[in-house]
């Protein structure tokens, strides 16, 4: 009798497992896997006196301790975000309960008056730019003048290259600011009774008032270089000019008034200016100097310093963010067709990302062979790489001053509607453009996020700020300071939700639906200011066009010569033109200029120090500084404006 045969199924495989020992590779990997981890766990099994085992073999620190900087708190903040919710959930539910639905269309109850005075004071702003595009007609220049020093001998503002019409022009171009931020607020102030429309209006005026600010003062600058023959932008005389009791005068001995033939290099008495010449061409921006390939850097480096608040770290951040990817499509069914598209597209955009047909091959045309396909890929890989290279080129290339139209071939009305348009402050003959078609999609996703977010402020707005605001009216009446901080405190969540919610429709949705419909590559409208670690951290990242615009237009001229005033100057001069924007768009819309802006925003400039020292006491790990920023901003100083306006909007309009 076999006894092997009357063995259990089970020992039988136990046998046959060990006669095959050479070929367990052979078994699934993951039986081999679980009997390595069964083997793993049953390891303690075999240890001796189980009992005495070592628990403590090493020096640790507890996991919250703040010398342990790798923890991650993932948890908490999904905790947190879920209170927050229930939260949120809890507050609808019990507004709902005590009002019902007070949300109602909106516009519905706006009277034809309001709608017919917010029509007008926009077109009044609009005027304003084709009076602007009018006075930089009228003021160019007949040619540039090459009578050397001698021909502007005694006359200091000849030497800058400001002529007595330039006198004019400026006085036009005041007289045009003044008209574009005077007409709207009084048309906002005396016809318009809705705050929603006005503030509308007031913004349009105050956003087209810096725009136009800046198109004036950088043709100023323009003409000066034309007047003088300074065509690579390079030699300006005012850098070496002061001011003497009153006076314009220039240091005749530094100053580089002597341009070499017209053709704007500095001559041999010019070798003192910090310039250095670049040959590398910023690509990603596809700008060309306004002669040749050659550009002067002035200054580069002091440039980064004059930086509202003293961060010289925001340029490098900001030129730290990637490049936008080409997306130009050349499509074609035909290699010559290909090649054809691709010479155009190269000449006009300078970027290719693809070159494909509709069917995704190419097909020869009898005409084209496969060396001229190999040719056309050969090219589009050489635009990548160069589009791959050219954003360390950026970086070196940032400060020089070249443009792809010369002054005065700018001075058109496309161009300046274009400037109209961009999302920009700053004006510029040119602009870096994205090679491609539009991506519609893109458009189509941001202005989808744009409609939805203004849907949600306006819902919140109307079901949650308003009876908070009403009940912060009767606050203020009975003169009960609790009531009126649980009002202010209740307000302050539903306005940081407004405000997050507007900050991302404005400056990420609706700003980057306008640069992909313009083709503007330079979509750097916002830094991380959540992250901010002060005050003036946050003022200086939080809204990049305006911070381009303080630095361009107040700081530099200030601080530079021929003025030469201390930093500390250009920041409150800042702040002042900040102040009075604030309250042109908060006190005009709401009747109520009482300065509550202006001193909101005057008042920064004490916190900014304290957080500051903050930051210098405890260093900007500890988050003293941002937690001031949140608490001073989001917490306190926004709900308690708003509590002001509303409050005298109510008394006024009852």
Not at 65 to 72: C, G, P, Y
Not at 200 to 212: N, S
Not at 276 to 301: M, Q, Y
Request: aromatic share 10%.
């Amino acid at each position: 009798m076999n006894h092997s045969d009357s063995a259990p199924p089970e020992a039988q495989l136990r046998r046959r497992s060990n006669k095959a020992g050479p070929q367990s590779p052979s078994l699934p990997r993951q039986l081999r896997r679980a009997a390595s981890d069964a083997k793993g766990r049953n390891n303690h099994k075999r240890m001796p006196y189980l009992q005495a085992q070592v628990v403590h073999y090493r020096p640790r620190v507890s996991v919250l301790d703040k010398e342990l900087t790798t923890v991650s708190y993932h948890g908490f903040v999904n905790f947190l975000l879920l209170l927050l919710s229930a939260t949120l959930i809890r507050l609808a539910i019990e507004n709902y309960m005590k009002y019902g639905i007070l949300v109602r269309i909106p516009g519905a109850g706006v009277a034809m008056r309001d709608w017919l005075a917010t029509l007008a004071g926009l077109v009044a702003v609009l005027l304003s730019l084709l009076v602007a595009y009018a006075v930089e007609r009228s003021a160019i220049p007949k040619q540039p003048e090459r009578g050397g020093p001698a021909a502007r001998a005694g006359n200091n503002a000849a030497l800058v290259g400001v002529s007595r019409e330039e006198k004019r022009t400026v006085a036009l171009h005041v007289v045009n600011l003044a008209h574009v931020l005077a007409v709207p607020s009084g048309i906002t102030y005396f016809a318009i009774f809705q705050p929603a429309l006005g503030m509308l209006v007031m913004t349009f005026a105050c956003v087209m008032f810096l725009k136009l600010y800046s198109l004036a003062a950088t043709n100023f600058d323009l003409r000066r270089a034309h007047r003088l023959g300074d065509s690579y932008l390079s030699c300006d005389p005012l850098r070496f000019a002061s001011f003497e009791r009153g006076r314009l005068v220039i240091d005749s001995n530094t100053a580089p008034v002597a341009l070499a033939g017209g053709n704007g290099l500095p001559a041999a008495a010019a070798a003192d200016i910090d310039a250095e010449i670049n040959c590398d061409e910023d690509l990603i921006h596809d700008v060309v100097p306004l002669a040749s390939s050659a550009s002067f850097s002035l200054n580069a480096r002091a440039l980064d310093d004059l930086l509202v608040g003293g961060d010289e770290r925001i340029d490098a951040k900001a030129d730290a963010l990637p490049c936008p990817r080409p997306r130009l499509r050349v499509r074609a069914t035909t290699a010559s067709e290909v090649l054809r598209r691709v010479a155009s597209a190269v000449s006009q955009d300078g970027l290719i990302s693809s070159t494909r047909a509709d069917n995704g091959s190419l097909s020869d045309d009898g005409a084209s062979g496969g060396a001229e396909i190999e040719t056309v890929r050969r090219s589009c890989s050489e635009a990548l790489d160069q589009s791959t290279r050219s954003s360390a080129l950026g970086k070196v290339s940032r400060h020089e001053i070249h443009y792809a139209v010369a002054y005065p071939h700018n001075i058109t009305l496309a161009n300046f509607a274009y400037f109209w348009m961009a999302p920009t402050l700053c004006y510029q003959p040119s602009y870096p453009r994205i090679a491609g078609p539009i991506c519609k999609s893109f458009v189509a996703k941001r202005l989808a996020e744009l409609v939805v977010l203004c849907v949600a402020m306006y819902v919140v707005i109307q079901q949650y700020a308003v009876p908070t605001l009403m009940g912060s009216v009767r606050a203020i009446d009975s003169r009960d300071g609790f009531w009126l901080s649980e009002r202010v405190l209740k307000l302050s969540v539903i306005s940081a939700i407004v405000w997050f919610l507007g900050f991302y429709a404005i400056f990420h949705a609706a700003l980057n639906a306008l640069a992909e419909v313009l083709r503007f590559a330079d979509r750097a409208f916002y830094l991380d200011w959540w992250n901010s670690v002060d005050l003036a951290a946050y003022w200086r990242e939080w809204n990049l066009p305006i911070h381009y615009f303080c630095k361009r237009h107040i700081m530099m001229p200030l601080v530079s010569a021929p003025l030469s005033l201390p930093a500390s100057a250009g920041v409150l001069l800042t702040f002042v033109v900040s102040a009075i924007m604030h309250e042109l768009l908060f006190g005009i819309p709401t009747h109520c200029l009482k300065g509550y802006s202006f001193i909101g925003m005057m008042m920064q400039i004490p916190l900014i120090q304290l957080t500051q020292w903050l930051v210098r006491w405890r260093g900007p790990e500890s988050g003293l500084g941002n937690a001031v920023f949140w608490v001073s901003f989001c917490i306190v100083g926004q709900p308690l404006g708003v509590v002001q306006y509303f409050y005298t909007w109510i008394k006024n309009n009852p």
